[in-house]
């Protein structure tokens, strides 16, 4: 059920992405209370997949220009991607990293990883990269629509892989706007 309901919302952003019609609203987030909560929300996933879920310590100066619940659901998406795409005995890592004047959350996995010619089609909506046939539910665009959400917010998205041995993905944010600039 919640599957189907995570598909259905993704097809809604989507379409709302596409119409132009998905709003933002940005705002100053602390990373690790996200980080927290996304982790949270995609431990049973973890655990029922036997793969591990692991994030570093989160400096409480990692605040960022965020939606705060848009910015959840890129990581959970990232989170849930790790995982599903692992092995058993498998590990998941999240870290946040000083980033120049912003801040960088890695997820890195140990899981089936990906091929240069998967990864030049990896932001392709309902692309599943080959692995369509596979056991692993999924419709190909929750990754479409966490590289949009985070351009929307004014970050990057950008990914290594290699074949067997695993993914890092790394997103890149906006440091908060200091307190005056907000209530100008």
Do not use: C
């Not at 498998?90 to 089936?112: C, K, M, N, Q, S």
């Not at 966490?146 to 892989?161: C, D, F, H, K, N």
């Amino acid at each position: 059920g919640w599957h189907v309901l995570e598909m259905v919302n993704d097809m809604l952003d989507l379409a709302r992405i596409e119409a132009g019609q998905l709003e933002l609203h940005s705002q100053a987030v602390a990373l690790g209370g996200v980080v927290a909560a996304a982790q949270a929300m995609v431990a049973r996933q973890a655990q029922e997949a036997q793969v591990e879920l692991a994030a570093a310590p989160v400096d409480a100066a990692a605040v960022v220009e965020a939606d705060p619940v848009r910015l959840r659901q890129v990581l959970m998406n990232l989170l849930s991607n790790a995982i599903k795409y692992n092995r058993k005995g498998g590990r998941v890592d999240v870290a946040v990293e000083p980033a120049g004047p912003g801040w960088r959350v890695r997820v890195t996995d140990t899981g089936l990883g990906m091929s240069e010619e998967q990864l030049a089609h990896l932001f392709e909506p309902f692309n599943r990269l080959g692995r369509g046939q596979s056991a692993i539910e999924g419709t190909g665009i929750g990754l479409v629509v966490t590289r949009w959400l985070v351009e929307a917010m004014g970050g990057t998205i950008a990914v290594r892989s290699t074949p067997g041995a695993g993914s890092s993905f790394v997103v890149r944010l906006p440091p908060a706007a200091p307190l005056p600039a907000r209530l100008g």
